[in-house]
């Protein structure tokens, strides 16, 4: 430093010298056996205090050649002074054996908690900033408070585009990539929150036996009645691996598998652990994305199903989303169109994933049974990607694809190259054998479902978990209904199931059926808790 | 419902009655004697799905008629189907035998996660609200997710002076609380940050002996060399109980002991724990005065250590606080005083806790050594209280009982209440037996001393855990010095810590020595990385 005669005294004054090493502590390692998503160990207090070590402070473990970073709890007893807990993850990381010494030195936060905490004051992220928090995330070097005030900065303070698209590249980037050496790869997405919606499960094998290629990887239901992998895998595995899609996509164009099996933008499952519980969803664009991104997608039709009854209440928040979707896409190097569907009521007749995969089963085997809002929504996502790859009519593409049986040939091609049998009947799918049925009390018409009472029931009688459970319209709006008529049907595989439905049903309202349109949706007693409704599908 | 002639069609329609009852599962508990501050269990993620619950949901167990609210972690294999894994304190609740089969339904989450959710996006929240979310931290009922979530919302959107009061009286009231069946009872408070602060260990002395009720509880250091507990543990036991507390005020006027032995205001310790890792202090008001409020006290002087090296900044930073502490001081039925102090370099000599008792020993029993800041900041905030007790000439009490050796018998009294021996002499006081000495290179002046330097080294030489580790200043600013003259001593109890703390040294600038000031403080490299200071005391 340039003090002119002022010395700044730090330790290195030219008074003393010392030779510097900090001596590590040596622990005895007790195996935990425990799961955990990030690197954790324990220490004892005392030990801990003699490392001047707080909770969740890093520490850098070494057996032999092997170091890991991990992160620290403390325990007063659980842990004796001179030992230390590995997680599962650690040890088999280290590969340390239980009682070996390992060497413990504190070592500081990973730089990305920084850039947290710079995020978490409404500071804007730099690409290079954006893309080691993931990489970290994705590493699991951070810890649930740090990931945790991660998520909470982008509900606070919303991304910019410039930081959604580095998020959406980093958050591919650091999963597997799919490349197809062909120029023009489609794919489908819904934004969500439709029970019943089985479009994609129509719409590969209309895109696929078109010509195009379509490699759909779905979500497992989060918080709905079952997810496009829950509803397929009725018919036959979607847990694929990467190799086992290709190959199924060479053969036949197309796939319908679950992302799961595979890593595509690992990091949204460790931010949907936070999302849940908290009911927030800011990383809807660069989740829908990155999988996209990571999965080769360059085409992409995005289904926004609105309403009051889903995500995305009006046309111009759907809108808004739709133009968000198409700059990303700009900036990923995707073609994006999006369509705003009306979402406020189930498609189709069908929830839950064996009462769906019947339903696509008989759609596809009989054009003439395809309920009329399906078959919309399949024309017209089939539209947009008919229209990307300049096919002429392309909204009737999917009409004439079901009349000339060429979609149900592709999907039972596609069953059959991902394991399943070719030849399933509609009632090959077992459905729960424990059933009511709910009838029509008065006359009238069916002049509002609520997709959020449903979506409850329905996963209260066991799906997604329990395939053969759900729920069975038998009328939907618009229709007249005769007093003593069917209106639903709810299935369960299990009784103690089916009356937990019931019961839940009981305070819920599923429908409005009536002669006259009533404009009261619904009483609001001052005590009437606010009912908490929360799609969170990916 | 007034629906006309439109029926809601609940399950609870005329058509079908039930017998409803939701069957429990019964899981077989496997003892983890893992600890942690929540109630948390572990299920099989396949029993998870069976009972439609994800990480974090909350979980009822009955063990005949206990019952506990538990929080859900989910495991692949660590717990095998048809058991339940169960953490100490779970366990220990329930009264529950490794074996046993207890009963497992999901339930809601506590109504304070809505309130935290409504927090969370900047609503402001009800006394109700907030006495809710601090009843449930300390009943330890929300998730660590949901409590990070809770003090970020509070560093995001400041808490309203209603807020901060209702916070304060939630918190003071969920832990002990002391009734003193006396009128005015006195307190001292300081926002910390200054290394070898030793006023309280001098003040309380002052105050007792004077007359006044002075009922002191402090906090461990948490990034500090050493807290008022620390130090004072170095002369007689700090971790005094209700009872024996109460007994030593009544006999002596005052005590000097540790908080944490007593339940004061415990949603703190729970909240710090969010605080430390993210170097955040949103809840800095209600943590000092629920404990002040709990202690009984109605008479607060604050100390505010004003300067570049410590939290608060600027004089004008200094006022905005204070106005906050005497309002908040008013609506809790407190009168609050506040001094502003300079706080830019340690106070007194020593920094650690065995250097600074020797210190407070050394002062106490020869007037003319207490060092010249310490005793004009005793004087000052002695002052504030005894103003409050309307006694004459109030900032010349503190020297007058100095003098008079008052002071040093009040405080031998409380040393021998708490249970150590009244006779104890400074050199009594082990210190670390491994020292360097820093000489000057040249001579000159003290320009300045760095506070988070200080700390930094002397925590690193095992302050404030290794009692006897610490720095022992020669020279303060604007003291002289000649080439050769001892500026200052470290100290450490183990040969490592002594290096580790040279290590460290060598890395920062202690402190400025020379003939000429120079106005240059650093220099600031492009890559230089920012050095982290964060204060965290109570």
Redesign the interface.
């Known amino acids: 430093?340039?003090?002119?005669?002022?010395?700044?005294?730090?330790?290195?004054?030219?008074?003393?010298w010392?030779s510097?090493?900090?001596?590590p502590m040596l622990l005895k390692v007790k195996r935990l056996?425990?799961?955990a998503k990030r690197p954790i160990v324990i220490l004892n207090k005392d030990d801990a205090?003699?490392l001047?070590v707080?909770?969740?402070?890093r520490l850098e473990l070494s057996a032999g050649r092997n170091k890991e970073i991990a992160i620290t709890n403390i325990?007063?007893?659980?842990i004796p002074r001179g030992s230390i807990g590995l997680y599962?993850k650690v040890q088999d990381d280290l590969k340390a054996k239980a009682g070996q010494q390992i060497k413990v030195i504190p070592t500081e936060?990973p730089e990305s908690l920084d850039y947290i905490?710079k995020r978490?004051d409404?500071n804007r992220l730099e690409p290079d900033e954006i893309r080691q928090i993931i990489s970290d995330v994705v590493d699991e070097r951070l810890?649930?408070?740090?990931i945790?005030?991660f998520v909470?900065s982008l509900?606070?303070h919303h991304m910019t585009m410039k930081e959604i698209a580095a998020m959406s590249m980093s958050m591919a980037s650091t999963g597997d990539n799919i490349k197809w050496g062909k120029k023009k790869i489609f794919d489908k997405h819904s934004c969500g929150g439709v029970p019943g919606d089985k479009t994609s499960m129509m719409l590969v094998p209309v895109v696929a036996a078109a010509g195009l290629t379509i490699p759909k990887t779905s979500s497992r239901a989060i918080t709905a009645p079952a997810g496009t992998a829950d509803r397929m895998e009725c018919l036959c595995p979607v847990d694929l691996k990467l190799d086992e899609i290709k190959l199924v996509v060479r053969q036949t164009n197309g796939c319908l598998v679950w992302g799961g099996a595979v890593d595509l933008a690992p990091a949204d499952d460790v931010f949907i652990?936070?999302e849940?519980?908290?009911?927030?969803d800011p990383l809807l664009l660069p989740s829908v994305m990155s999988k996209k991104k990571a999965v080769g997608a360059n085409y992409v039709a995005i289904d926004i199903p609105t309403g009051r009854g889903v995500k995305i209440k009006t046309v111009a928040e759907a809108e808004e989303l739709a133009n968000k979707f198409i700059e990303l896409g700009k900036k990923l190097g995707m073609k994006v169109s999006c369509i705003s569907s009306f979402g406020d009521q189930p498609i189709g007749y069908g929830i839950g994933p064996a009462l769906e995969a019947r339903e696509v089963l008989a759609s596809v085997s009989n054009y003439r049974h395809i309920p009329k809002d399906l078959l919309e929504k399949v024309s017209r996502l089939g539209g947009e990607l008919f229209e990307f790859a300049r096919k002429k009519n392309p909204d009737s593409i999917a009409y004439e694809m079901f009349k000339s049986g060429k979609a149900e040939k592709k999907l039972r091609e596609i069953i059959a190259a991902q394991g399943g049998d070719p030849n399933i009947k509609p009632s090959d799918v077992p459905v729960g054998s424990k059933n009511?049925?709910?009838?029509?009390?008065?006359p009238?018409k069916v002049?509002w479902i609520n997709n959020a009472?449903v979506t409850e029931?329905a996963?209260?009688a066991?799906a997604p978990?329990d395939k053969g459970a759900g729920i069975l319209l038998h009328k939907k709006i618009g229709d007249s209904v005769k007093k003593g008529d069917t209106?639903l049907e709810?299935f369960a595989e299990k009784t103690?199931k089916l009356?937990?439905?019931?019961?839940i049903?009981?305070?819920?309202?599923?429908?409005?059926?009536?002669?006259?349109?009533?404009m009261?949706m619904?009483?609001i007693p001052e005590e009437r808790k606010?009912e908490k409704f929360f799609i969170l599908e990916r």
Not at 143 to 146: F, H, L, P, R
Not at 276 to 280: D, E, K, Q, T
Request: glycine share 6%; aromatic share 8%; hydrophobic share 40%.
């Open positions: 430093m340039n003090q002119n005669d002022t010395s700044i005294i730090c330790l290195k004054a030219d008074v003393f010392f510097i090493k900090c001596d056996r425990l799961e205090a003699e001047d707080k909770p969740l402070d325990a007063e007893k659980f599962s936060p905490k978490m409404g810890s649930e408070i740090e945790t005030t909470l509900h606070n652990g936070v849940y519980p908290l009911s927030i009511i049925i709910i009838k029509a009390s008065k009238g002049w009472a029931v996963r209260m066991g978990k209106l709810l103690p009356n937990r439905a019931i019961r049903g009981k305070k819920m309202d599923l429908m409005a059926v009536g002669k006259k349109f009533s009261v619904a009483e606010y």
